[in-house]
């Protein structure tokens, strides 16, 4: 049965308004967010809240290590050496759902550790990165190992450029070689000398015979499918209405709640419309996001550290939701719009101190 010949916005239209509710909800909570957040100082005191309860999930996180913890499901590929192994899930059930959730706070805590200003603060700061490492370090998550990777390159550019008119004329040539090396060379020894690293990178290029590998695989031909049946607008927002659809698509023996990738799950449920729309606001987010940067970079301006940690934080869940639907867990997705409602907030309170200043001054301010 094919679905692709159904009058309306969606074949399964109850399923789809269920979507649309939830999407709406998320929306409004990303306006709240931005109008909130315009304020300096609740953007400090919200984004601390959100570090102080990351800390607390990722402390679990490594206590599970210690002592152990029932896998919930078969995670690791049963022929792989690491089988047995433990990975962590704290209080979210999966250790990739975990990864994913890490993520922001990864971002976050790097730009706390610059930001606070006191001894006792930063060493708060460079706790949570620690432990906020290492327990992603645990979950074994291979998606979730990609987005620190590209966080941290994101978070390494913001900063060059950040601190580029303030460095010795040697460092400004030097100083972001000088890091790419050293970050290759601890990267590689790790790859080398430690085993989970190198056995989990290597079956990323496994193909099939790795079995989360195959099953992702397969269920994407199976999205695949569906968004041929109906490549414009889609089947319609939601969980309930992918899982409703699905079945009729799906490859024998391997069913799926979602299609592993927030691309593809946008195309399949909104179809070319809704994937345009969801690059153009990653558009316009990093672009004002950089903006941001940029002018708050002339006067060291605090919020600007935060804006980079979010955009580092963005581009690590970007990478990560290639092979997951991270956007799609309410513990994830609410993180996601805090992130961008960071950057939207911040681009709010500029403008509304340019309109000012020209109402003050006579003249034609603009962001740079």
Same mark, same amino acid.
């Not at 109850?14 to 953007?43: D, E, H, I, V, Y």
């Not at 609410?334 to 403008?351: E, R």
């Given at each position: 049965?094919? &679905?692709? *010949? ?29 109008? %909130? ?14 570090? !102080? ?8 996180? %490594?206590?599970?290590?210690? *002592? ?22 704290? &209080? !979210? ?43 992603? &370090? ?11 990777? @590209? ?10 450029? /950040?601190? %580029?008119?303030? %460095? +010795? ?7 972001? +070689?000088? @890091? ?7 990267? $590689? $020894? ?5 085993? +989970? ?22 269920? /994407?031909?199976?999205?695949? @499918? ?9 089947? $319609?927002? $939601? ?9 009729? =698509?799906?490859?024998?023996? &391997? ?7 927030? =691309?593809?799950?946008? !195309? ?17 987010? !990093? ?36 092979? *997951?639907?991270?956007?799609?867990? +309410? ?38």
């Amino acid at each position: 049965m094919h &679905f692709g *010949d159904r009058r309306g916005f969606s074949p399964v239209k109850m399923a789809a308004a269920s979507g649309l509710a939830k999407l709406t909800a998320n929306l409004c909570l990303f306006l709240l967010a931005a109008r %909130l957040l315009q304020n300096k100082q609740w953007l400090n005191r919200l984004v601390t809240v959100v570090l !102080l309860v990351g800390l607390l999930v990722s402390s679990y996180g %490594l206590r599970q290590q210690v *002592d152990g913890v029932e896998q919930l499901a078969t995670w690791n590929d049963p022929t792989s050496t690491l089988a047995q192994s433990t990975r962590v899930y704290s &209080f !979210l059930g999966n250790p990739n759902l975990l990864a994913a959730y890490l993520v922001p706070m990864i971002g976050l805590s790097l730009s706390a550790l610059l930001v606070w200003r006191r001894w006792w603060p930063k060493l708060l700061g460079a706790t949570m990165v620690i432990v906020n490492l290492l327990c992603l &370090f645990f979950t074994q998550s291979r998606g979730g190992w990609l987005a620190v990777l @590209a966080l941290g390159a994101t978070f390494l550019a913001l900063c060059y450029f /950040w601190w %580029l008119p303030r %460095l +010795p004329k040697f460092w400004q040539r030097w100083s972001l +070689p000088l @890091a790419i090396a050293v970050a290759v060379i601890l990267g $590689g $020894g790790a790859l080398i000398t430690v085993e +989970p690293i190198r056995l989990r990178a290597m079956s990323i290029f496994a193909g099939r015979e790795d079995s989360s590998n195959n099953f992702r695989i397969n269920v /994407w031909e199976g999205v695949k @499918a569906m968004i041929r049946a109906r490549p414009i607008i889609g089947i $319609g927002p $939601g969980n309930e209405a992918f899982n409703q659809i699905y079945p009729y =698509y799906m490859r024998p023996r &391997f069913t799926a709640l979602s299609a592993y990738s927030i =691309y593809l799950e946008i !195309l399949v449920e909104t179809g070319i419309v809704g994937f345009t729309c969801m690059l153009w606001l990653l558009a316009v987010t !990093l672009d004002k996001g950089i903006q941001l940067v940029k002018r708050c970079r002339q006067t060291l301006a605090p919020e600007g550290i935060w804006i980079m940690g979010a955009l580092a934080a963005i581009a690590g869940l970007l990478v990560h939701g290639i092979v *997951d639907t991270v956007w799609y867990r +309410p513990p994830v997705s609410t993180l996601w719009w805090l992130l961008v409602a960071i950057v939207a907030g911040q681009w709010a309170s500029a403008q509304a101190r340019l309109e000012t200043s020209k109402e003050e001054n006579g003249a034609e301010p603009h962001l740079p």
